[in-house]
C-alpha cells in the first residue's frame, strides 16, 4: 500500500459525521458516504480492510493504545485523530468510538462517528502528538510504547483531568 503523505490537509462540513463500523479484529464492514467521500477511496476498497488503512503516520501508537484498551474493557472512547487520505492528503477528526452489543452483551464490532474537531483542539493535539512520536521514535519500539503511553497520561493528569477522555472533551468540538 503506498504509504505517500502530501501535507495537504482536507476537511469535511460541520454538519457531516464520517460513520464506519468494524468487526471486533478492526476490519471495515461499513463506511457512510462521507468517509468514503473525504478518504478518496471506493466502498469496494474499503471494506474488509483494516481501518488502519486509514493511519496517519503523524499519529501516535499510544493513543491508539489507549483506545483499544478502553474500548477491550467495554468503554466508549473519543480521541482526536489524524487519518491519511488515499492519495496522501490527511483529515482530522473528534472520534467516538463505541463498543458495538449483540443481545447477550458481547462486543461483535465497534462503531465510530467523526466530527470536524475545533482548530484550537488541533493545534494542541498537534504538538502533543509530535512530542508522543518523537518518545515512541527515539526509543525501541515496546520501549517507545511504554514511554509514550506514559507521557500522554502525565500530560492529561497534570492539566488536571482524570482520563483522556475527560480532556479530549474540554477542548470542545
Known amino acids: 500500500m503506498d504509504r505517500t503523505v502530501t501535507g495537504i490537509e482536507r476537511t469535511f462540513q460541520t454538519d457531516e459525521i464520517i460513520v464506519s463500523k468494524t468487526d471486533t479484529t478492526g476490519r471495515i464492514t461499513y463506511a457512510n458516504d462521507v468517509f468514503i467521500g473525504i478518504s478518496g477511496y471506493t466502498t469496494a476498497e474499503v471494506l474488509g480492510q483494516p481501518h488502519s488503512m486509514i493511519r496517519h503516520p503523524d499519529m501516535p501508537r499510544a493513543v491508539f493504545k489507549l483506545l483499544w484498551d478502553r474500548l477491550a474493557l467495554g468503554h466508549e472512547v473519543f480521541a482526536y485523530v489524524v487519518n491519511r487520505c488515499k492519495n496522501g492528503d490527511h483529515y482530522w477528526v473528534l472520534a467516538h ?77
Open 97 to 173: 468510538v463505541t463498543p458495538n452489543l449483540d443481545s447477550d452483551g458481547k462486543t461483535i464490532g465497534y462503531h465510530s462517528c467523526r466530527r470536524v474537531p475545533k482548530r484550537s483542539a488541533v493545534e494542541t493535539m498537534s504538538g502533543l502528538y509530535a512530542s508522543l512520536r518523537q518518545v515512541e521514535a527515539e526509543n525501541e519500539r515496546k520501549a517507545g510504547l511504554e514511554k509514550s503511553s506514559a507521557m500522554l497520561m502525565e500530560a492529561v493528569t497534570s492539566l488536571g483531568f482524570t482520563s483522556y477522555d475527560r480532556f479530549v472533551l474540554s477542548l470542545g468540538r
